[in-house]
């Protein structure tokens, strides 16, 4: 079992920044991807950002590259989303994921940008 914790979303102007927190427990694996996913209301869920616990490999959605930066601490099990130059377009309840053989979700964030 793994249980994901987001923390760290709430209402922010346009241009301002977030930092998301994603604290796992359970079982995590050296070689699995840590993912942010973001739902907007009446959209669909999208990918944000993704990497490694141990590579450190990194991906980015189009959409933030360049504004977002995920990070982790391993020490503390927990993965980061650094959100700078936000949009009202971010607007949507963030989402930590993890796939240990089936896919495991926290609770969402949500995060609100004023335009």
């Known amino acids: 079992q793994v249980q994901l914790v987001e923390s760290g979303g709430g209402l922010v102007q346009a241009g301002g920044s977030l930092r998301l927190s994603c604290a796992a427990s359970?079982?995590?694996?050296?070689?699995?991807?840590m993912n942010w996913f973001r739902q907007a209301p009446g959209k669909e869920r999208e990918f944000v950002a993704a990497?490694?616990?141990?590579?450190?490999?990194?991906s980015y959605a189009d959409s933030v590259k360049g504004r977002f930066t995920i990070s982790r601490d391993n020490a503390k099990n927990t993965v980061y989303l650094q959100m700078n130059s936000l949009k009202p377009e971010d607007t949507a309840v963030y989402y930590c994921?993890?796939?240990?053989?089936?896919?495991?979700w926290g609770q969402g964030t949500q995060v609100t940008v004023s335009s």
């Open positions: 990497i490694l616990w141990s590579g450190g490999v990194i």
């Open positions: 359970g079982r995590t694996f050296s070689n699995s991807a």
């Open positions: 994921n993890t796939k240990i053989g089936i896919n495991y």
